[in-house]
């Protein structure tokens, strides 16, 4: 029994996640942030490093939102993602004089209080250890609201 296909390539959707290079698509999306009333940047971030290798405070006024949107573009990208894992990639080198430089992780509660922003947005839930499913990986992950979202940034 043969079943007919209609001519041509099915039209897919673009998806700006993918089509967009990642810093232009961040940019956009630190701006439609802004907008959200759950992200809000926190008083003490003035006066704390973004990680222990750095030297110096923040200095970027949009560090927030830049990295909230970063934040969400790799849940999109990775799936479900954790706090230790998101502070591995946000970590650096630190600088230690005359000795070797030494990876240092990113700070930890810039990215808890971003992850708790976004979970109070509606845009990811926390998923326990899920016994059983073995595809599913504990941590945060995207709701369709967020999904949504994400996506309808052009």
Known sequence: MAVLLPKGKPKMEKNPVYELKASEYNLKLAEAL???PE???PEWLKF???GSGKARPIDDPDFWYK???SILRQIYLKGSVGVNRLRTKYGNRKNRGFKP???RKASGKIIRVILQQSDK???TEILKGAKGL???KPGRYLTEKGKKFLESIK
């Open 39 to 41: 992200f809000k940047e």
């Open 67 to 69: 990295r909230a949107a």
């Open 48 to 50: 704390v490093k973004s």
């Open 134 to 136: 073995k595809n599913k």
């Open 34 to 36: 802004k907008k959200i």
């Open 121 to 123: 947005a509606g845009f």
């Open 101 to 103: 430089e030494k990876f």
